[in-house]
């Protein structure tokens, strides 16, 4: 069955440090994957996919079929990423979700 | 275009009470989705339309609950005799054919 796992509640770091948002999926066939960003008080968004292959807010991620992953990397975080993500497989016409991972950035 | 609009924001209702919920997707958009999602949890896919056709329909989608695009552009999700597990945020998305889902700021649901 298909499944989104993203194993980390909350991840705090320092301004300035390295961030990667972990996601693994389970998937029979070629999966289209997704990461949604919902800032406080804001509504679920795009923040990029992997067949786009592009740099969103300094965000990338790489479609790793060997190890069935997608994190979410960000070499210096921002204050401005705080925010709650969530990694997202397309199945036919729906997204499965996975649970969502907090980044909090201290300053 | 603001968006995908939803509305009412927040609904309180007493258990065994019906409600509805409206989705306005985004004009040029002929794909509507509804979604629930629970504290602590994503987004749970509830069911799918293109244009006014209902495609799909998630096995969460009990006979208690019913969909609705009459004409393939606003869509009404009812929930009839509500129970306490029915409290959620109830989102909705829209696409145009193979592009990503914009979401909606959801309603909320509360059962008192």
């Known amino acids: 069955a298909q499944r989104v796992t993203q194993p980390e509640k909350l991840l705090s770091v320092f301004k300035g440090a390295p961030v990667e948002l972990k996601c693994n999926y389970s998937?029979?066939?070629?999966?289209?994957l997704f990461w949604y960003v919902q800032y406080s008080r804001q509504r679920l968004q795009l923040l990029l996919r992997?067949?786009s292959r592009e740099s969103i807010k300094g965000f990338t991620a790489d479609l790793n079929k060997g190890e069935t992953s997608f994190h979410l990397k960000k070499p210096f975080a921002q204050e401005e990423d705080s925010a709650m993500y969530y990694c997202a497989l397309r199945h036919g016409n729906k997204l499965v979700f996975g649970a969502g991972t907090i980044l909090r950035v201290k300053s | 275009d603001t968006g995908v609009s939803q509305n009412p924001r927040h609904k309180i209702t007493k258990r065994g009470q019906n409600v509805t919920f409206r989705c306005d997707p985004i004009s040029e958009h002929n794909r509507l989705y509804w979604y629930r999602q629970t504290l602590g949890q994503g987004p749970e896919f509830l069911t799918y339309f293109q244009n006014e056709a209902q495609l799909e329909k998630s096995r969460l989608l009990s006979d208690r609950f019913s969909a609705e695009r009459p004409k393939g552009s606003f869509s009404t999700l009812e929930i009839q005799r509500t129970e306490q597990g029915d409290s959620a945020m109830y989102l909705c998305?829209?696409?145009?054919?193979?592009?990503?889902?914009?979401f909606g700021d959801g309603t909320r649901l509360s059962i008192l």
């Open positions: 992997h067949i």
């Open positions: 998305a829209s696409s145009g054919p193979n592009q990503p889902q914009h």
């Open positions: 998937y029979s066939g070629s999966p289209e």
